[in-house]
């Protein structure tokens, strides 16, 4: 039988540094990028020890990207390419004594760094010169412990509180390409609204942002549109909003604090083989303006909300796999957070420059779950960490999510519903029909409230 031997070459640092990479995405966190962080924030070894600064950043994104994984199983991936080397294996307490050093800072800088809208050459995420961004919040459990529990409290869920203490996260994301523009976090005892006041030092004019009726407060809306960005909330059906003028198209203008804002009444129709179904949308808008913004189009402009809802399912559920996080301290698990973000960023941004090279692909196609299995692999095999002679800007992850573009996105039809219970005992819902059915949406503007 015959034999083949395949021989690779791989580029990474010298010395100790070597299992510093994360495979193909150290070209969108280069080592440049990472040791100006660690030097802005005084966070660089004083001497040069087994694993310098610099790799236990690193660590920390790889294990973000194995989160499944302990640390030293993880920094095993970081050198399973690196075999001619010889590198050392650190102990576990080693690993962790390298990231309390290391503190939450510098993640936090690195995300500040790597954290913006990924902005697309398609135009991907704007309507009439506006970026479309959303926020909102979710929640992440942390470690039952003491130290943990001295910050983030358990929450009641439904009839009893949630086994694990919680932390909220708030987030504002680009909805064209589901990148975060900027995220807070803390204690699940703090409410959304805080939160969301914290992110309004992200907004930005030419932003048009999207929100659920939670972030509908007074207060809230005209902090945020002092920023100069565009505002479009849902707000409850029965709230009390005095007229003070009435626009062509059947929409009204009214004050909010020192807010003027367009009020757009609508009723949404879906019609499929199963039948009709009829929902009222009630929206609060800072485009006050019918013949440039029509209400219409701002009504079926709403849904793209639900970008930050898939957004947060790929960091929860294809990211993190619905585990716990692992960090036993408050420090840790700030850290540890930030380090999740940078890596989901990391990850987006590559997946932006795979469909911005083929002009007319929607970002929505591509695939995450592909673009995180192609960037373990390339992890793992810590290949393309420092880039070639020849420029390569769609990569192997991008050529991975290419070759698996996901179908055009289909109309949604179905209510949300618990598909599979965390208790098998306590399932909610009907049986779940997953026929999928032909539908047409129509939209009725209403002169008056419902």
């Known amino acids: 039988m015959g034999q083949a031997a395949i021989t690779r070459t791989v580029g990474v640092a010298a010395g100790v540094f070597a299992p510093g990479h994360i495979g193909e995405l150290t070209r969108i966190i280069p080592f440049e990028m990472v040791d100006e962080v660690l030097a802005e924030t005084g966070a660089v070894q004083r001497r040069i020890r087994l694993l310098p600064a610099r790799v236990t950043v690193y660590l920390l994104l790889a294990g973000a990207l194995f989160n499944g994984l302990g640390y030293r199983q993880v920094f095993d991936r970081l050198r399973a390419g690196l075999s001619d080397l010889a590198t050392v294996r650190p102990s576990g307490s080693a690993l962790r004594q390298a990231r309390q050093r290391l503190g939450p800072a510098p993640m936090k800088a690195l995300f500040d760094l790597v954290s913006g809208p990924a902005a697309t050459t398609a135009g991907a995420g704007r309507w009439r010169g506006l970026r479309i961004v959303a926020v909102d ?29 919680q932390l909220r996260l708030a987030a504002l994301v680009a909805c ?27 907004l930005r004019a030419g932003m048009l942002l999207l929100g659920d009726r939670n972030f509908a407060a007074a207060a809230l809306l005209n902090q945020m549109a002092a920023t ?6 849902r707000c409850k059906a029965n709230r009390n909003l005095p007229t003070v003028a009435r626009c062509r198209d059947g929409s009204t203008l009214t004050r909010i604090g020192m807010l003027t804002m367009r009020v757009i009444n609508a009723e949404i129709t879906i019609r499929t083989a199963q039948g009709t179904r009829t929902g009222h949308y009630r929206l609060l808008t800072t485009l006050t303006d019918p013949a440039t913004h029509p209400a219409g189009e701002l009504v079926r402009l709403y849904h793209e909300r639900w970008e930050i809802e898939t957004a947060y399912a790929e960091l929860k559920s294809t990211i993190l796999g619905g585990r716990v996080l692992r960090a036993r301290t408050p420090d840790g698990i700030e850290q540890e957070v930030w380090s999740l973000l940078t890596a989901y960023q990391a990850l987006r941004t590559a997946m932006t420059d795979a469909t911005d090279s083929v002009p007319g692909t929607d970002p929505d196609r591509a695939g995450f779950t592909t673009a ?39 109309v949604r039809t179905k209510d949300r519903i618990v598909k599979r219970a965390i208790s098998k005992y306590n399932a909610r819902g009907p049986a779940i029909d997953r026929t999928t059915y032909k539908a047409t949406i129509s939209i009725a503007m209403l002169t008056s409230g419902p």
Do not use: K
């Open 372 to 410: 995180l299995t192609a960037a373990r692999d390339q992890l793992v095999l810590a290949a393309g960490v420092i880039p070639g002679i020849d420029i390569d800007l769609v990569g192997t992850i991008g050529r991975h999510v290419l070759a698996h573009l996901l179908p055009a996105r289909r």
């Open 228 to 233: 100069g960005a565009d505002l479009l909330v």
């Open 176 to 202: 064209g390409t589901r990148s975060v523009i900027g995220a807070v976090f803390g204690p699940a005892a703090t409410g959304e609204l805080e939160y969301a006041r914290r992110l309004a030092a992200d």
């Open 137 to 165: 919040g979710t929640l992440l459990s942390v470690p039952d412990c003491p130290a943990n529990l001295a910050v983030f409290s358990r929450q009641r869920l439904g009839n009893g509180i949630s086994g694990y203490p």
